[in-house]
Structures are given as structure tokens and as C-alpha cells.
């Protein structure tokens, strides 16, 4: 393994040879108003955007064959400070995977990168130079209560579970940041790390899920999955509101979290629930303010958890009717008044629907990105490789105003990412020209997907 230093040095050296070109956009001068950001990222889907004024940090992921566990291949963007286009591409050091980012008041970035046991942290200036890194431990994880046996998790000593890299989230608190994961004992919890001159440093540890049993799926054929099905249950979502407000939320499907929630907290959940979603909040000094349970009854899907002013916003899909043309939208709004359950939205666009991310427009409307149209496998996991971008306007409280008309690229398409962008119009990132399913299954060159930022003003 690379060490520490080692790292540094190398990561350095990416920052630096990594700058540059390679990416279209608009030419962003001459004053008055910037023509519209046009930036394609070829064989890279845009997964998650965020902006800062004019400027944005985009982070990309490169499709991948069926794999335990699962390994993240990403890659971050960086764009001039007039965000007219792309100004640094980092790569994460070979045995790691990028797994997030967040973006600091003062433009800095602090990024999450994870092995298939550690974490580490690292913070950048809003140029991309490495400032510091930290080597993240938590020797608590490894006596987490357990509900259950404990021998079904497999690493009790490993900061990420057995399945995948991918169960670990950053969210800004001004220049401090959180960081939500789920340990090899499957456990999920919550840090708080200050930042200053010196670097990255603990402030507080919190629980937010105790260790349960997790079942593991598989598919029995095929080369992709569309939507991370395949590790969800291990996964979770995490956001910060401005003010400092903490949301941590994980899908209950395949999972014993119900009964373990229970006797951790004493918080008694209807043990007849076996779909849907826990949220957790936390105030900025990490006060536990209770957790929601949003029971969606059928199989569900949890992929984006936003702020939306006082309200916490989850969404995902939900298996509305076991067709192929099944699994609907979800939207769950939970209001600041945290009670012990919620109810959801169920949005239905065209055939198969799922949303990605949601976001706030200044006028309190909702913006959701998504997919839409395609179909699945009524008794399996196989998604189809034709599916369009979904874009939807909602009142605060939820309701569906309009769907918004974007023009498909070939194949699978996915809206993923939304940031507001200037004052001027939204920053849109995502993924068009991707496989199905089973797209690859008897040639891996048809393993590949194109992703974008576009910028929209409607």
C-alpha cells in the first residue's frame, strides 16, 4: 500500500498533470451574458454537481462490469473560476476509489476517497492544489452494538462494508464537513471534522444506525447496473442545510433495520415494515433530533436526500406494481417538525421512473432530475437500455407542475445532477449513450456511457 507521504506526492502530481484541456464550454467573455456551459465529458457520466457563483465542481464515474465489492472508478472536475469551463481533472491514487466531495463556502473542496477497508480525506484550495490530507480512523467501529449475529458481517475492524466502497458521504458545514459511513459491521455513523490552517480534525462522533444484518443480491447474468441496485441496501445519503442542520438517511429493504433501530434507540417502529427509509437528523453540534421512518410499503430505492429549506427532501423509486413498467417515482417531504413517520409522493412519468436529485428553485419550487421510460425485469433486477432524462417542476409541497422537455441521447440516459448556476439558469449534469443491463453481455466495448454538464435557463 502507498503510503502517506507517498500519496501526497502523487496526488500532487495528478493535481498538476491533470490540469487543462480536454473539455468543451462556452467561451464565457466579453461581459453581458456568458453563452450557456456546453461541457461533455466523454466515456465519464456526470454524478453529482455543485456550484459556487459562476463556478462548479462536478464529480464523473466510469461504467463498470458487475464486481464485489464494488469499486467506484471517479473522477473530479474542477472549472475556472469564471465557470466557463474545466480547469482540473483529479484522479484518486491507484488502490482507492473517489467516492465524493464537498464544496466549502470559500471555494475550497475536501474529498472522500476509500480502499476497500480505510478512508481518507483530503482538502483542496478552489484551484485544485492539495492542502492537506488525513488518514481517517475510528477505532469505536469496530465495538458498534450489533443486533443479530454479528459473524454476518465480515470485516468488523473495516471503515466501509464487505460488499462495497461505496457507503460513505461527505457534506459541507461551512469549512468543517461531515462524514456519514457504514462500517464492515454494519453500522452507520456520523462525524463532524473542523478545518483549519492545520488541517482537518474530530469534533464529534455519532450513531445514527446500529450494526444489523444485510442480505446480499446478485444478478445471475448480465454486465451493468443502471441504478446501483445491487449494493443499495449498504449505502446511504447524507446533506447539510446552510445553518448546519444534519440528514442521514438509509434504505431499510434487505436489511434487519427495523428491529435494530428499536432496540438501539427505544424508538419503537412497526415491526411489519420491511420497506422504505430511516432519516435521521442531527443539529450542527450533533443533538440527535429523532429519525423518520417513510414505510413505501413495496421495494424502494433511495437515491437522493436534499434540503429544501426547512424541509429534508428523499427520493428514489419504489415498485409501484410488479410489471415491467412497474417501478415509480418517490418523493418524501420531511417537514422541520420531526415526527416519527411521513408520508410519500409516488410520481409516475412514462413507464419505468426513478429520481436522482433534488433541488430548490428561489421561488420555493422543487426541480427533480431523474430517469424515465425505461423498463425491468417484473421478478428480477435487469433494466432496459432505453431510457430518456427526466426533468420535473413541483409546488413546495410537492404536487407536479410540469415536466420540463429534454431532447434523449442514444441508449440509456439519466438526468443525475442539479446546482444552480449564476443567476441565470440551472447547471445540469448526467449521462446519455449508456448500457442497459445487458447491453455488454457478449462485447465489453458496449461497456461504456457519455455524461455532461449543460447548463438550462427556463
Same mark, same amino acid.
Given at each position: 500500500m502507498?503510503?502517506r507521504?507517498?500519496?501526497?506526492?502523487?496526488l500532487l502530481a495528478?493535481?498538476?498533470?491533470?490540469?487543462?484541456?480536454?473539455?468543451?464550454?462556452?467561451?464565457?467573455?466579453?461581459?453581458?451574458?456568458?453563452a450557456?456551459?456546453q461541457?461533455?465529458?466523454?466515456g465519464?457520466?456526470?454524478?453529482?454537481?455543485?456550484?459556487?457563483?459562476a463556478a462548479w465542481?462536478?464529480?464523473?464515474?466510469?461504467?463498470?462490469t458487475?464486481?464485489?465489492?464494488? $469499486?467506484p472508478? +471517479?473522477? *473530479?472536475?474542477?472549472s475556472q &473560476?469564471?465557470?466557463?469551463?474545466?480547469?482540473? !481533472? #483529479?484522479?484518486? /491514487?491507484?488502490?482507492?476509489?473517489?467516492?465524493?466531495?464537498?464544496?466549502?463556502p470559500?471555494?475550497q473542496?475536501?474529498l472522500?476517497?476509500?480502499?476497500? $477497508?480505510?478512508? +481518507?480525506? *483530503?482538502?483542496?484550495?478552489a &484551484?485544485?492544489?492539495?492542502l492537506?490530507?488525513l !488518514? #481517517?480512523t475510528? /477505532?469505536q467501529?469496530?465495538s458498534?452494538?450489533?443486533?443479530?449475529?454479528?459473524?454476518s458481517?465480515?470485516?468488523?475492524?473495516?471503515?466501509?462494508?464487505?460488499?462495497?466502497?461505496?457507503?460513505?458521504?461527505?457534506?459541507?458545514?461551512?469549512?468543517?464537513?461531515?462524514?456519514?459511513?457504514?462500517?464492515?459491521?454494519n453500522a452507520?455513523?456520523?462525524h463532524?471534522?473542523g478545518y483549519s490552517g492545520?488541517?482537518?480534525?474530530k469534533q464529534?462522533?455519532?450513531?445514527?444506525?446500529p450494526?444489523v444484518?444485510?442480505?446480499?443480491?446478485?444478478?445471475t447474468?448480465?454486465?451493468?447496473?443502471?441504478?446501483?441496485?445491487?449494493?443499495?441496501?449498504?449505502?446511504?445519503?447524507?446533506?447539510a442545510d446552510?445553518l448546519?442542520?444534519?440528514a442521514?438517511a438509509?434504505?431499510?429493504?434487505?436489511?434487519?433495520?427495523?428491529?435494530?433501530?428499536?432496540?438501539?434507540?427505544?424508538?419503537?417502529?412497526?415491526?411489519?415494515v420491511?420497506?422504505g427509509?430511516l432519516?435521521?437528523?442531527?443539529s450542527?453540534?450533533?443533538?440527535?433530533?429523532?429519525?423518520?421512518?417513510?414505510?413505501?410499503?413495496?421495494?424502494s430505492e433511495?437515491?437522493?436526500?436534499r434540503?429544501v429549506?426547512a424541509?429534508v427532501?428523499?427520493?428514489?423509486r419504489?415498485?409501484?406494481r410488479?410489471?415491467?413498467?412497474?417501478?415509480?417515482a418517490?418523493?418524501?417531504?420531511?417537514?422541520?417538525?420531526i415526527g416519527?413517520?411521513?408520508?410519500?409522493?409516488?410520481?409516475?412519468?412514462?413507464?419505468g421512473?426513478?429520481v436522482f436529485?433534488?433541488?430548490?428553485?428561489a421561488?420555493g419550487?422543487?426541480?427533480?432530475?431523474?430517469?424515465?421510460?425505461y423498463?425491468?425485469?417484473?421478478?428480477?433486477?435487469?433494466?432496459?437500455?432505453?431510457?430518456?432524462?427526466?426533468?420535473?417542476l413541483?409546488s413546495?409541497?410537492?404536487?407536479?407542475q410540469q415536466?420540463?422537455?429534454?431532447?434523449?441521447?442514444?441508449?440509456?440516459?439519466?438526468?443525475?445532477?442539479l446546482?444552480?448556476?449564476?443567476d441565470?439558469?440551472?447547471?445540469?449534469?448526467?449521462m446519455?449513450?449508456?448500457?442497459g443491463?445487458?447491453?455488454?453481455?457478449?462485447?465489453?466495448?458496449l461497456?461504456?456511457?457519455d455524461?455532461?454538464?449543460?447548463e438550462?435557463?427556463?
Amino acid at each position: 500500500m502507498t503510503g502517506r507521504h507517498g500519496v501526497a506526492a502523487i496526488l500532487l502530481a495528478l493535481l498538476v498533470a491533470c490540469g487543462g484541456g480536454g473539455a468543451d464550454g462556452g467561451d464565457g467573455g466579453g461581459g453581458g451574458n456568458p453563452a450557456p456551459l456546453q461541457l461533455v465529458t466523454p466515456g465519464q457520466a456526470v454524478i453529482k454537481v455543485r456550484s459556487l457563483g459562476a463556478a462548479w465542481v462536478a464529480l464523473t464515474e466510469k461504467a463498470r462490469t458487475l464486481e464485489i465489492p464494488t $469499486r467506484p472508478e +471517479r473522477r *473530479l472536475l474542477i472549472s475556472q &473560476a469564471d465557470g466557463s469551463r474545466q480547469a482540473m !481533472d #483529479f484522479l484518486p /491514487p491507484p488502490g482507492w476509489s473517489l467516492l465524493d466531495f464537498a464544496l466549502h463556502p470559500s471555494g475550497q473542496i475536501t474529498l472522500l476517497l476509500g480502499s476497500d $477497508r480505510e478512508l +481518507r480525506l *483530503l482538502r483542496l484550495s478552489a &484551484a485544485g492544489q492539495l492542502l492537506h490530507e488525513l !488518514d #481517517f480512523t475510528d /477505532p469505536q467501529a469496530a465495538s458498534d452494538p450489533f443486533f443479530g449475529d454479528p459473524a454476518s458481517a465480515r470485516d468488523h475492524q473495516s471503515l466501509l462494508p464487505y460488499y462495497t466502497r461505496d457507503a460513505a458521504r461527505l457534506a459541507p458545514l461551512g469549512e468543517d464537513v461531515a462524514l456519514a459511513f457504514r462500517s464492515g459491521r454494519n453500522a452507520v455513523v456520523l462525524h463532524r471534522l473542523g478545518y483549519s490552517g492545520a488541517g482537518l480534525s474530530k469534533q464529534w462522533r455519532r450513531l445514527v444506525e446500529p450494526g444489523v444484518y444485510i442480505g446480499a443480491r446478485f444478478l445471475t447474468g448480465g454486465s451493468f447496473d443502471p441504478f446501483k441496485s445491487l449494493d443499495q441496501q449498504w449505502r446511504l445519503v447524507l446533506d447539510a442545510d446552510p445553518l448546519g442542520g444534519i440528514a442521514v438517511a438509509v434504505t431499510l429493504d434487505f436489511t434487519d433495520l427495523i428491529e435494530g433501530h428499536s432496540q438501539q434507540f427505544g424508538e419503537p417502529l412497526d415491526p411489519r415494515v420491511a420497506n422504505g427509509v430511516l432519516l435521521s437528523k442531527f443539529s450542527t453540534a450533533g443533538i440527535r433530533q429523532g429519525t423518520v421512518l417513510i414505510d413505501t410499503q413495496q421495494r424502494s430505492e433511495l437515491h437522493a436526500l436534499r434540503w429544501v429549506g426547512a424541509q429534508v427532501a428523499a427520493a428514489g423509486r419504489v415498485r409501484s406494481r410488479q410489471v415491467a413498467d412497474g417501478w415509480d417515482a418517490f418523493l418524501a417531504l420531511v417537514p422541520a417538525g420531526i415526527g416519527t413517520t411521513t408520508a410519500y409522493r409516488v410520481l409516475d412519468f412514462e413507464a419505468g421512473d426513478v429520481v436522482f436529485d433534488v433541488a430548490q428553485r428561489a421561488d420555493g419550487r422543487l426541480l427533480l432530475a431523474g430517469s424515465t421510460g425505461y423498463t425491468q425485469n417484473p421478478t428480477g433486477a435487469s433494466i432496459s437500455e432505453e431510457s430518456k432524462p427526466l426533468l420535473a417542476l413541483l409546488s413546495p409541497d410537492g404536487q407536479l407542475q410540469q415536466r420540463v422537455t429534454l431532447t434523449p441521447g442514444l441508449r440509456h440516459n439519466q438526468l443525475r445532477a442539479l446546482a444552480p448556476l449564476r443567476d441565470t439558469g440551472w447547471l445540469s449534469g448526467g449521462m446519455e449513450n449508456g448500457p442497459g443491463t445487458h447491453s455488454a453481455d457478449t462485447d465489453a466495448a458496449l461497456l461504456v456511457a457519455d455524461g455532461y454538464l449543460r447548463e438550462l435557463r427556463f
